[in-house]
């Protein structure tokens, strides 16, 4: 119920207010201490009316930052590979569910992403906790386990719309709190990576 509301949200946005959010989210995420220092920043490409993420890859790249990007596997988990430019990036449509960019070249198998300094994460809402609500897939439930067990500590950093950080959002016992989340008109920070 409360994703549809906030993809209900989403969905009335036009497109050159979700170019404008990019791009403000970038100039935000850049002042990151951690994206600051980061060698290698997990991402994604937005889709729709998600906030946009591509200036943000680009301005990473062009600090020579290695960007690693997610390709969804057949069992909701992900797989990742390097992005090297928007020609980097193929749509593929995976059944039923949305089309996605996904990196065309190599990849580097789900454990990729341990290798990360920061890790971006896409949700719809972050509360007052730093707790993250995700699409419900639980690819990103997946991931964060997978860098728990190798005891990774990125930077967990959300990018999300003003309206977006809220009160509360139901938790479960296995998630854990982001460290971060970039909107539009600032940062606030939850805990420490």
Request: hydrophobic letters at 45%; a neutral charge.
């Amino acid at each position: 119920m409360l994703r549809r509301e906030f993809l209900a949200v989403r969905n009335r946005l036009t497109a050159d207010v979700v170019d404008e959010t990019g791009e403000a989210l970038a100039r935000r995420a850049l002042e990151l201490p951690e994206l600051a220092d980061a060698r290698t920043v997990a991402a994604y490409v937005s889709v729709g009316t998600e906030p946009g993420t591509l200036a943000l890859l680009e301005a990473l790249r062009a600090r020579g930052v290695r960007v690693l990007l997610p390709a969804l596997l057949p069992d909701n988990d992900l797989d990742w590979g390097e992005y090297t430019g928007p020609d980097s990036l193929a749509r593929v449509q995976h059944g039923g569910k949305m089309a996605l960019f996904e990196p065309s070249g190599a990849r580097l198998g789900p454990d990729a992403v341990i290798s990360a300094d920061v890790v971006l994460l896409p949700g719809l809402a972050v509360d007052a906790l730093g707790m993250r609500l995700g699409r419900g897939g639980g690819s990103y439930d997946r991931v964060l386990a997978r860098l728990e067990r190798a005891k990774a500590r990125p930077a967990l950093v959300v990018l999300l719309y003003d309206t977006e950080v809220v009160a509360r959002v139901p938790a479960e016992a296995h998630d854990r709190p982001v460290h971060a989340v970039v909107t539009p008109s600032g940062v606030r920070r939850f805990t420490s990576p």
